[in-house]
């Protein structure tokens, strides 16, 4: 790269909690098992089915609040996101929009050696998985195990400057994750991915350049490649003058390389609104006291 | 007029709903009738008024983090009902498009 | 040919426990009634086979011979609106989406009515996806009024309240989004009640507008009503919404002093649009409260004519959302022909959906689209809150509100046709109960032109039970109870 631009990276986390069963049913939180048989008319979306939070998740959220030097919400609130895809039996995902169970944290990355940079943390909120599709050349085929599995979203601010500190961010956040027992983190297995948004500007300017959400990327390398790929690819634009549109680009870790994806049809209207199953949450200081002070023992017993 | 006919079409893809051509004009009157009626709403003023969500004023509703297994009747039960399905796994015609 | 049928629950109940009848014979009773009439009604999307309803009324009747402890309703006939979950039975909610659609679950009050022994004859119709005032918007049939078979039964729930008043069950449930219960109850000349939000749970109540659905009874008094509401309602852990509240004995209440209680009259409800005659029967049982030492005084609740426009946005938001699901991936209607699935969608969803269905999902996703959202949705919570500000409010000085329960008799088949607001109109003095969450009932207090007319008692949240003392008093002074129609059904408006 070089110095006539800078990079701009933004990384949104999302990683499946360690519980012992899914986010709003009894259905064990599993992987690995044949399809469909770790389901239920509440993660399957049956018609008349309603969802009851695992308390287990909130606490393991508010966990890596904490570990994150986030701030609380004293008030939170599910929201329902829609959009139609067959992985997702409600054709919404429960999810957190205007009131996210916590908000403004850092976390550290230690750069060659000693240097250590400060990344903002803008939010860290909880969801449901969705399941997951298989296809051959004629159809697609849905399993529905993953759906339900609690998630959990950080989303970085765009304080990453280079390919290699999203890697460092990403691991500095799984060594946290682990310690705290909050995800397993296997990036194989899919218990942590890993959506960037990537822009460059001119070395100096305040503005932002389009950005590009690049997904698919399946490991901590991968993230970093793809990331070298994409910032080289609008730097090559850039330079010819060409525009850089935004979009959202798939890694094809074979080929090195990132794909637009395909068909992409009206813009993306989510149409969120507070879910009326489910009341909102009143964290209360003695919750997060609590998880402070498990957090600590923890930290007592790890170092 | 509230909505104009592309308004309606527009509506109607985000809903994934195709309509037939009469079926679009009938809804498309209808939607304009209706908005008239409920446009009223928009005379109230209620700067600071808080929205009610839930009307019960309940909070922090939870389970306990138990699992359990669900048993093989009720799996039958679920893939009866599959409009196509291949083994154990629901069968539908090719996702071209991802969203989320 | 034995009158079985026409007993109350509250009677039929006694009789079994006297054993002065037996259960088979309560059912047979029933099966012949439904043989009479049921060509005529069309109350019942699914009627489960006689063999085996006998085969499950004699289960009962012998479990009583040998003096086994049964529940209090055990052996009593009855019949689900069909958007309650029941595993095994088709539960269509009268949707070519869901036409044979059986339910791995049970709904939980299912699971309640099950537990009590009580017998189901068969899923009763209603509007599609509870969306309607007529049962017209059924994908299947219409169902006939009772008392007039010309007539609609009114809707949602309309083949619970005609099944109710024809007497081919002994009560039913229905649900109630914006007056899905009261006001087919109203049409039929039977009680009906929508509970306070939470009170009953939601647990596989197949979502219409889940911040505004209730499931509720309908029967043919006021007692029975309190049975049926002994049984359903209670906390559910499996629904967030519902509420932690200890189960009341709600028939203790019957037959209590009602001295002293006041009763707010909202003048808003008795203009413009309400029915002349309606009004004077109605008015006609308000005056008659005062003889039983009730304070009756005019309120003004000017926030009433928002909550239509309330109403609508926050139940076509809600109804977009909860009906996204349907689309011919896991179970239900699909289409041919889809080459891909978003095509799949589009065919199975505008297949699968009737007309007004598509309507009310297309409003819902216009009002919560992005730019849309603050004037539309945001606007009807406030206002939503500013409505039950002032129903509180006149709940600090009054015990009930009471209004009609609709501006109108029970209306011809056909005759409302395609007017989008006309049809939605007639819930217009119900929909402020679900606004609010209050409970409110529907009891008959009178007829005009051979038609019941139906009165509305609102009460204060989770005092059903003082609801039930008002109404069971004001039902012995009205002497309106357990009315059905009288030489059977009327065939095109002539006696048969």
């Known amino acids: 790269m070089s110095s006539a631009f800078e990079i701009i990276i933004s990384l949104e986390v999302q990683a499946e909690l360690l519980t012992k069963s899914k986010m709003f049913c009894s259905c064990p939180n599993s992987f690995g098992q044949k399809p469909n048989t770790n389901i239920c008319p509440v993660c399957l979306g049956l018609p008349g089915s309603l969802p009851v939070l695992n308390e287990k998740a909130l606490d393991l959220a508010l966990t890596a609040a904490l570990a994150l030097n986030c701030e609380v919400s004293s008030f939170s609130r599910f929201d329902r996101k829609h959009y139609f895809c067959p992985d997702l039996p409600k054709a919404y995902q429960i999810s957190q929009y205007e009131f996210p169970i916590a908000k403004n944290g850092y976390l550290d990355i230690i750069k060659e050696g000693e240097k250590i940079r400060r990344i903002r943390i803008d939010r860290l909120h909880l969801e449901e998985d969705a399941g997951k599709l298989q296809h051959d050349g004629s159809a697609s085929y849905v399993d529905f195990n993953r759906c339900g599995v609690p998630l959990m979203e950080i989303v970085s601010a765009p304080d990453l400057r280079s390919p290699e500190e999203a890697r460092l961010f990403l691991e500095s956040l799984k060594r946290i994750l682990l310690y705290t027992g909050v995800s397993d983190c296997k990036m194989e297995e899919g218990s942590l991915r890993c959506d960037a948004n990537i822009s460059l500007r001119p070395a100096g300017s305040r503005e932002f350049g389009a950005k590009v959400k690049i997904k698919n990327m399946n490991s901590f390398k991968a993230v970093q490649k793809g990331l070298e790929y994409e910032a080289a690819r609008q730097e090559k634009l850039l330079s010819a003058r060409n525009v850089v549109y935004q979009e959202t680009r798939i890694w094809d870790g074979e080929r090195g390389i990132t794909l637009e994806m395909r068909g992409k049809g009206e813009e993306k209207d989510y149409r969120y609104f507070p879910d009326p199953d489910l009341p909102p949450l009143d964290i209360s200081p003695g919750r997060v006291e609590r998880v402070r002070s498990a957090l600590k023992l923890r930290a007592g017993e790890v170092y | ?100 | 040919m034995n009158y079985y049928y026409k007993m109350s629950v509250a009677e039929a109940a006694r009789a079994l426990q006297n054993k002065e009848i037996t259960s088979k014979e309560l059912t047979e009773s029933v099966l012949e009634r439904i043989e009479e009439v049921e060509e005529d009604i069309r109350g019942f999307v699914t009627l489960l086979d006689g063999d085996e309803v006998l085969l499950e009324a004699e289960k009962i009747d012998q479990a009583r011979v040998s003096e086994e402890p049964l529940p209090h309703l055990a052996g009593i006939p009855m019949a689900l609106k069909d958007n309650l979950c029941t595993r095994g039975v088709p539960t269509t909610c009268a949707s070519k989406m869901l036409q044979s659609y059986c339910p791995p679950y049970d709904a939980c009050v299912v699971e309640k009515l099950k537990e009590s022994r009580t017998i189901l004859m068969g899923k009763a119709n209603m509007d599609e996806f509870a969306m309607g005032s007529s049962t017209e918007n059924s994908a299947f049939f219409t169902t006939r009024n009772p008392w007039d078979t010309t007539r609609v039964p009114g809707g949602s729930s309309g083949g619970s309240a005609a099944l109710v008043a024809a007497g081919e069950v002994f009560f039913a449930l229905g649900s109630d989004t914006g007056g899905s219960v009261r006001q087919p109850a109203s049409f039929c000349g039977v009680v009906g009640l929508k509970p306070t939000y939470g009170l009953v749970s939601r647990f596989g109540l197949i979502a219409f507008a889940s911040s505004l659905d209730q499931i509720g009874p309908l029967t043919r008094d006021v007692r029975d009503c309190a049975m049926v509401m002994e049984i359903i309602a209670g906390h559910d852990p499996r629904d967030s919404t519902s509420a932690p509240k200890e189960k009341e004995k709600y028939t203790e209440y019957l037959g209590r002093d009602i001295k002293g209680f006041k009763v707010a009259l909202p003048r808003d409800c008795f203009t413009e649009g309400l029915d002349a005659e309606v009004k004077k029967v109605v008015m006609g049982a308000v005056g008659k409260c005062t003889a039983l030492g009730i304070e009756v005084e005019d309120v003004s609740m000017p926030h009433m004519q928002y909550a239509f426009p309330a109403y609508y946005i926050v139940s076509t938001s809600e109804a977009f959302s909860n009906l996204a699901r349907y689309d011919g991936v896991q179970y239900g209607y699909r289409a041919d022909g889809a080459g891909n699935f978003v095509s799949l969608y589009k065919k199975t969803r505008s297949g699968g959906f009737g007309q007004e269905v598509k309507k009310r999902i297309m409003l819902g996703t216009y009002f919560l689209s992005s730019g849309y959202y603050d004037a539309y949705y945001l606007q009807s919570l406030k206002a939503r809150t500013q409505i039950r500000e002032e129903l509180q409010k006149v709940f600090r000085d009054y015990d009930f509100i009471v209004t009609p329960t609709s501006p109108t008799v029970a209306f011809q088949v056909g005759e409302k046709g395609d007017d989008p607001l006309t049809m939605s109109l007639s819930d217009i003095y119900t929909i402020i109960a679900n606004l609010a969450g209050v409970p409110a009932i529907s009891i008959p207090c009178g007829f005009v032109g051979g038609m019941p007319v139906g009165l509305q008692v609102m009460g204060r949240p989770f005092e059903e039970g003082r609801i039930f003392q008002f109404c069971y008093a004001l039902e012995c002074l009205l002497g309106v109870r357990n009315q059905l129609p009288e030489t059977g059904v009327k065939r095109g408006g002539t006696v048969v």
Do not use: C, W
């Open chain 2, 1 to 100: 007029m509230n909505v104009s006919r592309k308004e309606v079409e527009y509506v109607a893809s985000l809903a994934r709903l195709d309509l037939a051509p009469e079926e679009k004009e009938k809804i498309f009157q209808q939607f304009n009738v209706i908005l008239d009626y409920i446009n009223r709403l928009k005379e109230l003023n209620l700067a600071g008024v808080e929205p009610t969500t839930h009307v019960l004023q309940l909070k922090n509703v939870f389970r306990k983090d138990r699992s359990q297994e669900k048993g093989g009747e009720l799996l039958a039960e679920v893939l009866k009902e599959a409009p196509d399905k291949a083994g154990r796994l629901f069968k539908v015609p090719p996702v071209i498009e991802e969203e989320g």
